[in-house]
């Protein structure tokens, strides 16, 4: 447990948050589903579309691109590679694995 390195070491640039804390620094609007979910998340009058391999991994606005990733999901690494981390080698505050993309458009 002690070998374990800090998440947040592998993304300096970006603070990790929750999906629901990630959803409104965009400035997107949604409605609670459960304790951690959302649904009706909604950017530029729309649904923003969701996506991933295993579950909702990634979120982004078709108009003006904002969006978000699940960094414990497949990330793309180019334009036909992905990774992925292995959860159990990080330490990280339960829920807080988001980071915003494109947020400063």
Same mark, same amino acid.
């Given at each position: ?14 603070? #990790?948050?929750? $999906? ?7 400035? &997107?609007? &949604?409605?609670?589903?459960? @304790?951690?979910? $959302?649904?009706?998340?909604?950017? *530029? ?15 982004? *606005?078709?108009? *003006?691109?904002?969006?978000?990733? @699940? ?5 793309? $690494?180019?334009?036909?590679? $992905?990774?992925?981390? @292995?959860? @159990?080698?990080?330490? &990280?505050?339960?829920?807080?694995? &988001? ?5 400063? #458009?």
């Amino acid at each position: 447990m002690g070998n374990k390195k800090k998440l947040s070491g592998v993304f300096p640039n970006h603070n #990790l948050m929750t $999906a629901r804390d990630c959803m409104t620094f965009l400035g &997107w609007t &949604w409605e609670p589903l459960d @304790d951690y979910g $959302a649904k009706n998340i909604m950017c *530029c009058g729309q649904l923003v579309r969701c996506g991933g391999w295993v579950g909702t991994e990634h979120m982004k *606005c078709n108009l *003006c691109g904002k969006g978000m990733q @699940d960094v414990l999901g497949v990330l793309p $690494a180019g334009r036909s590679t $992905a990774g992925i981390l @292995d959860p @159990d080698d990080y330490e &990280w505050e339960e829920g807080k694995q &988001w980071i915003p993309e494109n947020f400063w #458009l």
